[in-house]
């Protein structure tokens, strides 16, 4: 059983002095239960909330006993659920929740409403949902009860609203008058997971919604947690919304006793929204409540009156939390320190370092960080200069944000130069520093993608005998051949042969993996008979990279010669090697080689995994076998080994290219009975058979499918159903599924843009169909002979052979070479206009 406690009753706590600060804070602050039991008259009014004339149910003994049997059950027993659905009604299976719901297995309950809404499209009320929430919260199923209760706001759950738009509050009034006769009854964890919810899942639209829910709850004196209530308040604030934080707090102080940590967030929202006197005067009413205020109180107060200039009295507050005995922290220095800086009081500033280390403090490389960046920020790097050296004479080394801040500030004054020659500096004058230091500042470099810059500050370092570090140089080498700069990455690693800082086995494969990336074996065999001839180490992922390189360009023999190569080294091909060889074989359609490489695997006790299955079964099904591939794929099932969505998404779309949807669909099914994910690529090879054969409202319907389990339908799917839509002629469907891609930030690509165009000049629109040529080559697309084609032979259909020409000169004038499809066109357009011609 799942029998749910109610929550016990709090009693109120009067506190006697309002507060001055806020106009809406002129009553006494209150403490009241965070979520109660109702009043007589509250409950009479949730009675009438519920459904009108709607019987309360009455079910045979047999329909009772069957759902409690079903629903009771750690599984779902879906054959007997279709009798239930059609023998009872949603307001039934409503009441019947209400009354023994805490008896049902939750998880088995989620599967049942899943079950019921997607399969025989059964529409649950409101109220079942919110009971469904609050069950999950009740039995310690968070996640599943905050998905369900996202799903229901973002629309996806067969639910009618009695108003869209204000669904946020619906929902939450059917949140509390879930009704104590539930075993359900409305507690802080509920409240608390409606209001987080709100903020973090539904923030892009604002924190309107969990404001209007927060305002309802409180109306009717239920208040989420005081955590909570203070994330509510933290949003808000960091959200910039300030005048919604200052109201979320008078509303709280009416219901809930704020603590430190809540009269902190309200500080510092009055401090951020430049109203530092309220903020002074909530800080003396906190003080009067005797609510001691911590540092981080103190904090927000010091940083809002030096961001107001008040920096007297920030100095004067630093004093008074010293004497009532809050020791300042390194962020209250920090604070004034900044505070002084932005003001350009430099002699100040400098004070309260020296103030720090008279009185005790030790400054930290925080501390003279924030000196630093701030003069760096002013243009003043001769000052920000010395604060080093300062830094340095007390025993602390600079770091990547002390090396970071001097760089721009010698790129704020455009000397360029000194900014590269800072480190040299440093070095030369033998100051004790860091290599760690120095080595975050080149990795900072490479994050930014500013790899030159990085390279020269790594030249630097070799030229004065100083390696870099392995985790370095991997991340720089791979960077340079990433942006194409493979020549740069090969000089490097040799200037590291040079200074006999032999590159470790990572940076040399990511340099072998970056040429054979782009294409270039002859140097990636190169640094290999290097890497042999300088004795250093190779493992197998030096050979099945350079393997995999060749299996690509189809140079299968070279692959193999590799792989005894390995062998011949003693380094064992494990069941990576074989896999890439077999692709190989596969892609050049030699299976009965490939099958044969299989069996030698086995031979030598390498034990195939789902990818080897997948390799083989993908190589079947495009050599138009499919019979063996399922005949592996069976064979995978009775191995017990874990599946993966690219075994089934080959299978279904061989199943898809020879019509045979049927058991394409049935082993998607497959995949969630077995617990494998399904991808955009599951649903692309459906959707696509679909359209083929005409049922494209089918199609768009998976569309939503995906949708609805989470997955984003990608630009293969929407260009697919474009397809569709285009061979029937629905040109302003197609218009509507384009309208759809780009509300989901989804955009067309070169081949959506093709069948566009296709189907527009299919339907006689020529004029339309060249204007979205002219818009993607504005996106930088770039057409292919095939978009042009399909241009050419609009124009021609119409007898607008001076069109098709005009295309055929402007694929000569951009590159795009004319192929006998493109002449056949022409001519055949020019030729038949001449011949209806003679014969009139």
């Known amino acids: 059983m799942w029998m749910l406690s109610q929550m016990k009753l709090r009693r109120r706590l009067s506190i006697t002095n309002p507060y001055p600060t806020f106009s809406l804070l002129t009553r006494p602050i209150t403490r009241v239960t965070y979520a109660s039991h109702h009043n007589q008259q509250q409950q009479q009014e949730e009675d009438h909330s519920q459904p009108q004339n709607q019987p309360k149910a009455s079910l045979d003994k047999r329909l009772l006993s069957l759902v409690t049997s079903v629903l009771s059950n750690p599984s779902l027993d879906t054959s007997k659920c279709k009798y239930i659905l059609t023998h009872l009604s949603p307001h039934q299976f409503d009441q019947l929740f209400i009354d023994i719901g805490s008896s049902f297995h939750p998880k088995t309950l989620l599967n049942f409403f899943h079950f019921a809404s997607k399969s025989h499209g059964y529409r649950f009320t409101l109220r079942s949902y919110c009971l469904l929430i609050c069950l999950l919260v009740f039995s310690n199923f968070g996640a599943p009860a905050r998905l369900l209760l996202i799903r229901l706001i973002d629309l996806k759950l067969p639910v009618l609203f009695d108003d869209h738009e204000n669904r946020h509050i619906e929902i939450a009034n059917a949140m509390v008058n879930v009704k104590s006769a539930s075993e359900l009854a409305l507690n802080n964890r509920i409240l608390d997971l409606l209001i987080h919810v709100y903020c973090t899942q539904f923030k892009n639209v604002g924190l309107d919604t969990a404001l209007d829910v927060f305002r309802l709850l409180a109306g009717k004196a239920m208040y989420p947690s005081l955590k909570t209530c203070n994330f509510l308040l933290s949003s808000l604030v960091k959200a910039n919304e300030l005048q919604k934080s200052y109201e979320v707090f008078e509303i709280v102080c009416r219901g809930v006793l704020p603590d430190v940590y809540l009269f902190s967030t309200a500080i510092n929202a009055l401090c951020k929204g430049g109203r530092i006197y309220d903020a002074m005067g909530l800080f003396r009413k906190m003080e009067e409540m005797g609510i001691s205020p911590n540092v981080v109180t103190y904090n927000n107060i010091m940083n809002g009156l030096c961001k107001n200039g008040n920096l007297d009295k920030a100095f004067e507050l630093k004093d008074k939390m010293m004497k009532n005995g809050v020791k300042p922290s390194l962020i209250t220095y920090s604070v004034l320190i900044n505070g002084f800086m932005k003001s350009g009081k430099y002699d100040e500033a400098n004070s309260v370092l020296d103030e720090m280390l008279e009185g005790g403090f030790i400054p930290n490389v925080v501390v003279y960080n924030t000196l630093i960046d701030g003069y760096c920020k002013m243009g003043k790097v001769k000052n920000a200069l010395k604060v080093r050296d300062i830094m340095v004479s007390k025993g602390f080394d600079p ?292 359209c083929n054969i005409g049922q494209v409202e089918e199609a768009r319907h998976l569309i939503q499918e995906m949708r609805a389990e989470g997955l984003l339908p990608n630009v293969v799917c929407y260009t697919a159903l474009i397809g569709g839509y285009s061979k029937l002629g629905q040109m302003d469907k197609v218009e509507d599924v384009l309208q759809e891609m780009s509300s989901h930030g989804m955009f067309p690509n070169k081949i959506t843009y093709t069948v566009v165009i296709n189907g527009y000049c299919k339907s006689g629109n020529v004029k339309v169909a060249e204007k979205l040529l002219a818009e993607m080559v504005e996106k930088g697309m770039v057409p292919d002979t095939v978009t042009y084609n399909v241009l050419t032979n609009g124009f021609c259909k119409e007898n607008n052979v001076e069109g098709g020409f005009k295309i055929g000169n402007q694929m000569s004038h951009r590159g795009v070479a004319l192929d006998e499809i493109t002449y056949t066109t022409l001519i055949h357009g020019w030729v038949q206009p001449s011949t209806v011609t003679k014969q009139e």
């Open 399 to 690: 770091n990547s944000v002390t090396f970071n801040s001097l760089i721009h500030g010698f790129c704020k004054i455009k000397q360029m130069d000194e900014a590269q020659q800072l480190l040299e500096e440093i070095l030369s004058r033998g100051l004790s520093i860091n290599l760690g230091a120095f080595t975050s500042v080149i990795h900072l470099l490479c994050m930014s993608h500013r790899f030159n810059s990085a390279l020269g500050f790594i030249k630097e370092m070799l030229l004065r005998n100083l390696r870099p570090n392995d985790g370095l140089m991997i991340a720089l080498v791979g960077g340079l051949c990433r942006e194409g700069k493979h020549s740069e990455a090969i000089d490097l690693w040799f200037r590291l042969l040079e200074k006999r800082f032999d590159p470790n086995i990572g940076t040399s494969n990511t340099l072998i993996h970056g040429l054979c990336e782009a294409g270039n074996m002859l140097e990636a065999v190169r640094i290999l008979k290097e890497m042999l001839e300088r004795g250093l180490q190779l493992d197998k992922v030096t050979y099945n990279t350079l393997i995999s390189a060749c299996c690509k360009e189809g140079k299968m023999e070279e692959g193999f010669k590799l792989r005894e190569e390995m062998v011949n080294r003693g380094i064992q091909a494990d069941t990576f090697t074989y896999n890439l060889l077999m692709h190989g074989l596969c892609n050049a359609g030699k299976m009965e080689e490939a099958v044969a490489l299989w069996e030698e695997s086995k031979k030598n006790h390498l034990v195939p995994n789902v990818y080897t299955y997948g390799i083989l079964i993908d190589g079947y099904c495009k050599a138009n076998k499919l019979e063996e591939g399922i005949s592996l794929f069976n064979e995978l099932l009775r191995q017990n080994v874990e599946l993966n969505s690219v075994v089934y998404n080959t299978l279904i779309g061989a199943y898809c290219k020879i019509g045979n949807l049927v058991e394409a669909f049935r082993l998607r099914d497959d995949m969630t009975r077995r617990g494998v994910p399904r991808t955009p690529t599951t649903y692309s090879s459906l959707i696509h058979q679909l």
